[in-house]
T-cell receptor
Framework: AQSVTQPDIHITVSEGASLELRCNYS??????LFWYVQSPGQGLQLLLK??????LVQGIKGFEAEFKRSQSSFNLRKPSVHWSDAAEYFC????????????FGSGTRLSIRP | DTEVTQTPKHLVMGMTNKKSLKCEQH?????MYWYKQKAKKPPELMFV???????INESVPSRFSPECPNSSLLNLHLHALQPEDSALYLC??????????????FGNGTRLTVT
């Protein structure tokens, strides 16, 4: 069975600083990996996804993530955060053999320091 | 703006009430989902409908009853809920019921409080 771990519960960064949110997954085959963002009181919005190919994927809002098979990681990065990036970020993993059974990590809450 | 619309945004109900949550999408998606999200927790899958047929029920108590009248609509009927059922209920849709190339589109949710 697949699983995903987000080791950081809460991260605070200064506006304009760079950001990296960590995600580690567990799955026997090549996983399908996602990052979603959730603003307070809102649903989840897909930032980016990795299925195959180039291990560096670009997403919306200036985010990117890098798939590293050797480290079982899929960390999310942004070179310069904006106050509007404050939200909850969820990493998720899906398995090709389990249609639409996407497992979400516990989430990382991002706060932005003015 | 979300393309998946959920109503109502907020709902307060007593333990003896019967209520329904509604979800609508007009993206031509053929898979629709209900998720439950408790505060500071990730979403947990409840039900999946694929081509208007129930394909996944994650051992959800029978006091939650899903219904998919057509490919655009998804309902969740609630009856005899418990206070611990208070949560944000999220609806999502995807083109088809597979993980690849069919990401989930979420609505903004219904905040349910059971008193």
């Amino acid at each position: 069975a697949q699983s995903v771990t987000q080791p950081d519960i809460h991260i605070t960064v200064s506006e304009g600083a760079s950001l990296e949110l960590r995600c580690n997954y567990s799955y026997g085959a090549t996983p399908y990996l996602f990052w979603y963002v959730q603003s307070p009181g809102q649903g989840l919005q897909l930032l980016l996804k990795y299925f195959s190919g180039d291990t560096l994927v670009q997403g919306i809002k200036g985010f990117e993530a890098e798939f590293k098979r050797s480290q079982s990681s899929f960390n999310l990065r942004k070179p310069s955060v904006h106050w509007s990036d404050a939200a909850e970020y969820f990493c998720a993993v899906g398995a090709a053999s389990s249609a639409s059974k996407i497992i979400f990590g516990s989430g990382t809450r991002l706060s932005i320091r003015p | 703006d979300t393309e998946v619309t959920q109503t109502p945004k907020h709902l307060v109900m007593g333990m003896t009430n019967k209520k329904s949550l509604k979800c609508e999408q007009h993206m031509g998606h053929r898979a629709m989902y209900w998720y439950k999200q408790k505060a500071k927790k990730p979403p947990e899958l409840m039900f999946v409908y694929s081509y208007e047929k129930l394909s996944i029920n994650e051992s959800v108590p029978s006091r939650f009853s899903p219904e998919c009248p057509n490919s655009s609509l998804l309902n969740l009927h609630l009856h005899a809920l418990q206070p611990e059922d208070s949560a944000l209920y999220l609806c999502a849709s995807s083109q088809v019921h597979t993980v690849d190339n069919s990401p989930l589109h979420f609505g903004n949710g219904t905040r349910l409080t059971v008193t």
